[in-house]
């Protein structure tokens, strides 16, 4: 029930409104992971620790199988649902969100650019030349979960356009993200198993206009797609975006066909007002449930339905899997470690900050309600968070099966801990010194939280 005390959320503000309220409790228990995966790892039990993760777990029978650790069976395969939910995510801002209008999507478009562009330019500029430069990708990346989670902490002191702002500056660094990985982290594929992906997306292209719309054959379809791309050696996360870009935004029943079912439904149910008996209306109900259902499109209940279970579950596990580094003074030290967290703590709030200055001198963008260049700068630094999609780019980037060294790898992931720490520690206290107490939205305007 709304609150008597709230505004109304305009209609078109409520996805972003249960985005923001899973993220922010997700990244609670996304944090408590990190933190838990950290002690067990630098505790007497670390070595077990590493070793259940490494772990094999076979599926398959005969040759057909799969035979990977449970590591993998995370970052690879449970992942892909995190992907396919981060497409869906950027095709509801590309045709119903801040992305869809051109004038909006100017600012967290340029900001995104430049929060990609100079935190790899500051990591090239430290590891040029070193075995570390391949890692480039790792401070590209922002964890929106633990960025809505830390704004949640400061509550109504952040204004609502800052949250949009940082809530699209994100979908379009994971698109960004995304891009890195199929090209950048990509070792030499089968043209086979890639024509195989295109059928497979060809096939659900030719079912979704044929007006299929089961999920379950669209899931069956995703999985063999899955493991084509598997197969490609291209990473398999990148067919969960692809998929999640592909699924339809529109709905198939509107109020005009609902609101005269509806009717003819209640009408049925009042012929006999006393009887409570619902057995001769099934037909009459199978038909009100199956269009509630259409009401919303394929996008929006593939969001609604699968988002929690990636915030929190695949993300946490995630975290559990990836964030158990043995921290080592040479470690935090090393000129890796260095690069990474210098790229996340300076080079994305000063690139998001500049970018944006020139698209907002340029007169291509303004800023958002309530948002100042210093607030700007404060909200460049929570994207300094780099948690998740960072540490997954790390594990690319120096997978020790390429590399045949784990010390690159932990390395990264410690320079990703230091930098994600430091942004969300100067994040807060810019944000905490450059707003008001209480954020009061300006007249005309509602903010969403």
Avoid at 134 to 147: E, K, L, N, S
Avoid at 301 to 317: N, S
Wanted: charged share 15%; glycine share 10%.
């Amino acid at each position: 029930m709304q609150s008597p005390t709230r505004r109304p959320v305009p209609a078109f503000l409520r996805p972003l409104v249960r985005f923001l309220e899973t993220e922010a409790s997700g990244g609670v228990i996304l944090l408590a992971c990190a933190i838990l995966a950290l002690i067990i790892a630098n505790s007497p039990w670390g070595p077990a620790w590493y070793d259940f993760w490494h772990t094999h777990l076979t599926i398959g029978y005969g040759e057909y199988k799969l035979d990977y650790p449970l590591e993998w069976w995370v970052n690879d395969a449970l992942m892909t649902l995190f992907f396919f939910v981060v497409g869906l995510e950027i095709k509801r801002e590309l045709v119903k969100g801040e992305l869809r209008d051109p004038k909006k999507a100017a600012l967290p478009a340029a900001a995104a650019l430049g929060g990609m562009v100079v935190p790899a330019l500051i990591f090239l500029s430290l590891q040029w030349g070193q075995e570390g430069k391949r890692g480039w990708g790792i401070p590209m990346a922002t964890d929106i979960a633990f960025v809505v989670g830390v704004m949640a902490l400061l509550g109504k002191r952040v204004p609502a356009g800052l949250k949009i702002f940082i809530l699209s500056l994100a979908i379009v660094d994971d698109l960004g993200a995304v891009l890195v990985i199929a090209v950048a982290y990509t070792p030499e594929t089968s043209l086979l198993a890639l024509g195989l992906v295109g059928l497979g997306l060809l096939v659900v292209l030719a079912a979704r206009f044929g007006g299929i719309r089961a999920f379950w054959f669209y899931f069956f379809l995703g999985g063999l797609i899955w493991l084509a791309m598997v197969a490609s050696k291209v990473h398999p996360t990148v067919a969960g975006v692809i998929l999640g870009l592909m699924t339809p935004p529109v709905n198939m029943v509107g109020k005009k066909a609902l609101i005269p079912l509806m009717d003819y439904v209640l009408g049925r149910l009042r012929e006999i007002p006393e009887s409570d008996d619902m057995d001769e209306y099934g037909d009459e109900m199978m038909a009100l449930v199956e269009a509630g259902r259409e009401t919303l499109s394929p996008l929006d209940r593939l969001e609604q339905a699968l988002h929690p279970w990636v915030a929190f579950g695949i993300m946490p596990l995630f975290a559990l899997a990836n964030a158990g580094v043995v921290l080592k003074p040479e470690y935090i030290t090393s000129p890796l470690a260095i690069a990474v967290a210098l790229g996340l703590f300076i080079g994305k709030p000063v690139g998001i900050l500049l970018f944006s200055w020139v698209a907002v001198k340029a007169g291509i963008a303004r800023l958002p309600v309530g948002v100042t260049m210093p607030v700007l700068l404060g909200g460049g630094c929570l994207a300094g968070i780099g948690f998740t999609m960072a540490l997954f780019i790390t594990a690319l980037a120096f997978d020790p099966n390429v590399i045949g060294s784990y010390e690159l790898l932990d390395k990264g992931k410690t320079g990703t801990l230091a930098g994600s720490v430091l942004s969300a520690i100067a994040g807060v206290i810019l944000l905490w010194f450059f707003m008001p107490k209480l954020y009061k939205p300006a007249e005309g305007t509602t903010s969403p939280a």
